[in-house]
């Protein structure tokens, strides 16, 4: 069965910090793996990832992609309060239109 | 501009009524999708049409019908609707990329559904 693992489900930083989220998938026939930020809205696109060890970066955060492991991280460096969000990781397949949901990981940061 | 639009952006109703919401993207987009979020935020995909076409029929009560009058539009009726309806539904929709499926959806802004 297809799945994608999102870790860990909730964490609470302090503006400033630097945090890693985690993202494991078994996706048949996979494509790519995209990164979402959602607020208090519908999730707005961060990242495609197609290629393993190419770092895609934007600002502060950045995101990279290991076929070989099944996963991906999304690194967020000098955190601050408007990066509170839950932070969703999904695995497209080349086969059909469907895209394979994570949990996501809910992320506070405190002043 | 607007790339994807939801009507109505909040939709209160009681239990048993039936209810539509609407769903248009103006980005020329082939597929468009719908999904439904809990409150635990976890993305449940429900239906997609691509060019007006049902391809992703997953296991929705049959009280949810959608309609794709147009490939710039997918419509989402639900009939006796029940407590477990509320939550916020999401369109979405994506363009083929060249190599195939696996590209990125541009989601409209929710429509929060509460059945009372």
């Known amino acids: 069965e297809d799945k994608v693992v999102q870790s860990p489900l909730s964490l609470v930083v302090h503006e400033g910090d630097t945090v890693t989220l985690n993202c494991s998938y078994e996706?048949?026939?996979?494509?790519?793996l995209l990164w979402y930020k959602q607020e208090k809205k519908a999730p707005t696109f961060l990242f495609m990832l197609t290629s393993s060890g190419i770092e895609k970066k934007s600002g502060r955060l950045s995101s990279i992609l290991d076929k070989k492991e099944l996963f991906s991280i999304l690194n967020i460096t000098a955190t601050q309060t408007g990066d509170s969000a839950v932070y969703l990781c999904?695995?497209?397949?080349?086969?059909?239109?469907?895209?394979?949901w994570g949990a996501g990981t809910k992320l506070i940061i405190k002043p | 501009d607007t790339a994807v639009s939801q009507t109505p952006k909040y939709l209160v109703t009681q239990m048993g009524n039936d209810k539509s919401i609407k769903c248009e993207q103006n980005?020329?987009?082939?597929?468009m999708y719908w999904y439904k979020q809990d409150s635990k935020k976890f993305l449940k995909i429900m239906f997609s049409?691509?060019?007006?076409?049902?391809?992703i029929n997953e296991t929705v009560p049959n009280r949810f019908s959608p309609k794709s009058p147009d490939k710039a539009h997918l419509n989402l009726h639900i009939n006796s609707l029940e407590l477990g309806d509320s939550a916020v539904y999401f369109c979405a929709s994506s363009q083929d990329t060249p190599f195939g499926a696996g590209g990125r959806q541009f989601f409209g802004p929710g429509t929060r559904l509460t059945v009372l």
């Open positions: 049409y691509n060019n007006k076409e049902l391809i």
């Open positions: 999904a695995g497209g397949m080349d086969s059909n239109y469907q895209l394979i």
């Open positions: 996706v048949t026939n996979f494509r790519s």
């Open positions: 980005l020329g987009h082939d597929t």
